[in-house]
């Protein structure tokens, strides 16, 4: 088997930096596509493309610059951020938004991939959703966009098992990294993790592992599926 080379959006901070640290813990290439700089690059064999993925022309042209470096047979179509506001503050800027961080940066991804993955006859990918998609009070275009992910996810998968290239989706609870504690106010985020039914928030390393689970060489008979790790919250009561 090669080497895991894997490209993971949004990896400077939170979940992706997570899914990052335990990638290069597990011998992996990783490519970190962010807008942000790391402020420490970690150890291992890291690599760093700055670029904006709202931006079809910026994200194109990372794309293509990391399929020509690098054999890439690991996707994480992580990069993301929850576009707050009511069906009412929904501007046409939000919405872009969403759909172009969200939709748009994972097709431009898997498009310019998917020829190494299929020379490879191997290829993981991880969408990141979010518990949101069962819903969440102001978060029209976030909740709608991710819940689209979870539908490239099956259909990506019926597309290219033959290839074996396996597809699938986590959906995220609380997690308390910095970008959920700035988008939800101190009583919000309280009330968040109260709904987890284990009695605590989560940590980028518990959806890092499940996101390791799925991209292991050795789980081939695993795709199309959507995976919560969200401490239990996904399973009803009080409304977000």
């Given at each position: 088997?090669?080497k ?5 959006t949004?990896?400077?901070?939170g ?20 807008i942000?700089?790391p402020g420490v690059?970690p150890?291992g064999?890291y690599h760093?493309?700055?670029a904006d993925?709202?931006?079809?022309k910026?994200?194109?042209e ?11 047979n ?5 990069a ?7 069906l009412e ?10 759909v172009n ?9 898997m ?5 190494s993955?299929?020379?490879?006859r191997?290829?993981r ?7 949101s998609?069962?819903?969440?009070k102001?978060?029209?275009?976030y ?7 979870v ?6 998968a019926?597309?290219f ?8 989706a986590?959906?995220p ?5 910095e970008?959920f504690k ?8 309280q009330k ?5 039914v ?10 890092a592992r499940?996101?390791?689970f799925f991209i292991?060489?050795?789980n081939?008979?695993?795709t199309g599926?959507?995976?919560?790790v969200?401490?239990?919250s996904?399973l ?5």
């Open positions: 088997m090669a895991l080379i894997a490209v993971v949004g990896a400077t901070a979940i992706g930096e997570g899914i990052a640290r335990h990638l290069l813990q597990a011998g992996a290439t990783v490519v970190n596509v962010d942000a700089k690059l150890k064999d760093f493309v700055q993925l709202t931006d079809a910026a994200t194109r990372a794309a293509a610059g990391i399929a020509k470096r690098f054999k890439v690991v996707l994480v179509n992580n993301g951020f929850p576009t707050p506001g009511t503050q929904v501007t046409d800027e939000a919405f872009d938004y969403g961080l969200h939709l748009r940066a994972a097709v431009i991804f498009q310019a991939f998917l020829p993955m299929k020379e490879q191997f290829g990918v991880v969408n990141m959703s979010s518990r998609i069962h819903g969440k102001a978060r029209t275009v909740s709608g966009t991710k819940a689209a992910l539908a490239f996810t099956r259909s990506w019926l597309e098992g033959e290839f074996g290239i396996t597809v699938n986590i959906s609870g609380p997690i308390l990294t970008l700035k988008n939800n106010p101190p009583e919000v985020a968040l993790v109260s709904l987890c284990v009695g605590r928030g989560g940590t980028p390393d518990d959806v499940a996101a390791l292991s060489p050795d081939s008979y695993v599926q959507l995976l919560h969200c401490g239990g996904s009803g009561g009080a409304p977000w």
